[in-house]
């Protein structure tokens, strides 16, 4: 108890001090570094799902390969944040058959270096492939409580609606001079159809708050949220994005069996159309005159190059040596060193059979945990998030070259969450109206 109020005392002095001498960086570091002491899954993951919309604006350099970030190391600090909680107040727990998969898969992503094109290529993009499933094996190894996830939801929500009013606003401001809508500045501006896919997520859980929201005040508030996002979203122009933004909607329509209270969240997507320049209805209107701008004939010269690597794969992140060596049989130049813009043309390239296997039962087997959740009459709103940001996800891969972006793989993470929660209160409810069955007397019951 001594030993606590002395460093209480020793703080306080030290955050008086910095605020006399007018050093609020300093304030701001112990401020958030009590925060994390007091609330570490929330702060720390909260944090990292914050950021994630503004990936491209916490470039540390730019060096080549995968470019480092703040948000890499915000992630580190979450997943020994998330397994220290965990590990302190005995909340670790058996990962589910789920994490199984997405572990083998990831192993063979590792293993596929040993006969890789370029083993260069493929070693220096392990240690983000590694990185993203040590985080997510951490977050659904950590029984995580019903009021954790909420502030986790809150600030994911946040940030998505902060990247989304900052874009908005700096594409208006610009005018005609910038063609698409994206975040960032300089050398540092993000690609806009990794941008749209960093706020599916945000926009997925704002439609659910819209509807479980239980004043108009909060139900206005998030419903701006929900049409700032769909308005950065579609301003970004990415037809892939649309698609999964599609899918979200189809999702949440099916689930709640067209739900009158889902009038307003899609009145104010719907309603962010207004916005759109001309440009926007062009590009939709060419995507079939440009071959989706030129993906299909990545997809041919990707599917004939499994004649070659569909039995082991190119190796990790090799795609682009696959599709260099097999140019010359499409009939269009797609150019050189491209990416597949399909990660499961990717993970069949460069994984073969064995990966894109595992990668399909990894997704069948998360998938399938929804079930017996959106079955429930009726189905909880939030659940629907994120099985709808889920379905978005999948969507999107097939146009998107996603299958590495932290956007991509905390969605899975924190969908697991979700489903854990919901499973612990409804064990919680049954276990209690067992308890209170037995606890009536014999005879009322036969009565």
Not at 10 to 37: E, H, R, Y
Not at 153 to 173: K, N, P
Not at 236 to 256: E, P
Not at 323 to 352: C, K, M, P, W
Request: charged share 15%; net charge positive.
């Amino acid at each position: 108890m001594g030993l606590l109020l002395a460093a209480v005392l020793a703080t306080a002095c030290t955050l008086g001090l910095m605020v006399a001498s007018d050093n609020w960086i300093v304030v701001a570091a112990i401020c958030g570094l009590l925060l994390l002491l007091a609330r570490p899954i929330e702060v720390a993951l909260g944090l990292y799902a914050f950021l994630i919309p503004f990936e491209s604006m916490t470039t540390i350099d730019n060096s080549d390969g995968p470019t480092p970030t703040l948000l890499r190391y915000v992630g580190l600090v979450a997943l020994l944040a998330t397994v220290g909680a965990g590990w302190l107040s005995e909340r670790i727990t058996r990962p589910p058959k789920t994490a199984l998969f997405w572990s083998l898969f990831i192993l063979w992503c590792a293993v596929s270096t040993l006969w890789a094109i370029d083993p260069e290529m493929a070693l220096h993009r392990l240690p983000t492939v590694l990185g993203l499933w040590l985080l997510y094996m951490a977050v659904v190894s950590v029984r995580m409580t019903a009021k954790e996830l909420a502030w986790i939801t809150l600030l994911t929500i946040l940030g998505g609606c902060s990247a989304s009013v900052y874009s908005a606003y700096m594409f208006f401001q610009a005018g005609d001079a910038v063609g698409r809508a994206s975040l960032g500045e300089g050398s540092t501006l993000s690609d806009p159809n990794f941008f749209a896919i960093a706020l599916l997520l945000p926009l997925s859980l704002a439609v659910s708050e819209v509807l479980t929201s239980r004043t108009w005040s909060r139900r206005v508030f998030v419903l701006s949220g929900t049409g700032v996002i769909a308005l950065a979203v579609f301003l970004t122009m990415s037809r892939g994005a649309l698609a999964a933004v599609a899918a979200i909607a189809f999702v949440f329509l099916f689930r709640l069996r067209l739900d009158r209270r889902l009038l307003l969240p899609v009145v104010a997507t719907g309603g962010a159309l207004l916005f759109m320049p001309a440009l926007f209805f062009e590009r939709m209107h060419e995507a079939s005159a440009s071959r989706i701008s030129g993906r299909q004939d990545i997809w041919l010269i990707g599917i004939h190059s499994l004649k070659s690597y569909g039995a082991f794969g190119a190796g990790l992140d090799n795609f682009p040596n696959a599709f260099e060596r097999y140019a010359g049989t499409s009939l269009f130049f797609a150019g050189d060193q491209r990416s597949s813009h399909n990660i499961y043309l990717t993970a069949s390239v460069e994984l073969g059979v064995v990966g894109i296997l595992f990668l399909f039962a990894a997704l069948r087997s998360h998938m399938k945990a929804f079930r017996p959740l959106t079955r429930m009459s009726p189905a909880s709103a939030n659940i629907v998030a994120f099985e709808a940001a889920c379905w978005g996800m999948l969507i999107a891969g097939f146009t998107l070259d996603i299958l590495w972006r932290k956007a991509f793989w905390f969605v899975w993470a924190l969908s697991v969450v979700a489903i854990q929660v919901v499973q612990q209160n409804k064990q919680r409810i049954d276990t209690d109206s067992l308890e209170m069955q037995k606890s009536y007397p014999r005879r009322a019951r036969f009565n």
